[in-house]
Structure formats: C-alpha cells, structure tokens
C-alpha cells in the first residue's frame, strides 16, 4: 500500500506504519520528546535535532484555517483539477493539509468544522482528505 495521489513520501517503516493505521481509520503522527513538536504525516527526526520520537494519535476532527482552489495542478493532479487544497488546524492544534471534497468554493469557509477521513484512490493508494462534518 502507498499514500498519496502520487508517491511523495519515501516508503519507510515510519510511512507504512502510517499508512497501515489510516487503513484502520487512525490518523497517527510522531511526536518529539524533547520540544513536543508534533509531525504529521509523520516523521522521524525533529527540526530541533532530536531522533526520539514517539507516535500519538491525531484527533479526526478539526477546523479550515486556509484554502485555495487549484485550478490547474501538477500534471499528476490534473485529472482532478479543480479541486481543493485546505489546511485545517485539528483538535489538538496539529495542522494538516489536505484535498477537501464535499464542498465548493461557494460553501467553504474559514472555521468550517472538518473531518479526517482516509480515502483509497485506488486499489494500492490511500490519502485522507477533509469533509465538512455538517
Ligand atoms: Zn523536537
């Protein structure tokens, strides 16, 4: 199993624990021990230089703090052009971007509440993506 539209992330142990999760409907990211900083996806070594890292489950619910409609893609996108770009922030504070569907520019707004939902674009790749809640 790969994640992603196309393969953006390398296909590490930490990437296909991630993805095994988000089979299972958990968003997991690492979290660093050190300064707390939280990754996701996830990632193995801290910005602050730290390598000890430990996992935590995200919550699956959050809010849009900002979005833009890509109208014309990278080519490995184009076929769903135009589609939605957002960055929500979640329940905990973590942030993440996203494809969101189930809303048009008309109806998206900022603060609009989402949920994460994992999502197979095909039979080997998996991506999560937003949906409003209401
Ligand atoms: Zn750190």
Request: hydrophobic residues 35%; aromatic residues 10%.
């Amino acid at each position: 199993m790969k994640f992603g539209y196309v393969s953006w992330l390398p296909q590490t142990e930490l990437v296909s624990k991630f993805i095994e999760e988000l089979k299972n409907k958990r968003l997991m990211g690492t979290q660093c021990k050190q300064c707390a900083a939280k990754y996701l996806p996830p990632r193995a070594h801290c910005k602050c230089g730290s390598h000890e890292m430990e996992w935590f489950e995200a919550p699956k619910t959050g809010k849009i703090l900002t979005y833009t409609l890509v109208t014309f893609g990278p080519e490995s996108m184009a076929k769903y052009a135009p589609y939605i770009i957002a960055v929500a922030e979640l329940d905990d504070g973590s942030r993440l971007l996203a494809h969101i569907t189930g809303v048009t520019p008309k109806t998206l707004k900022v603060d609009m509440r989402v949920q994460v939902v994992s999502h197979h674009v095909t039979e080997d790749r998996i991506v999560y993506k937003f949906r409003p809640t209401e």
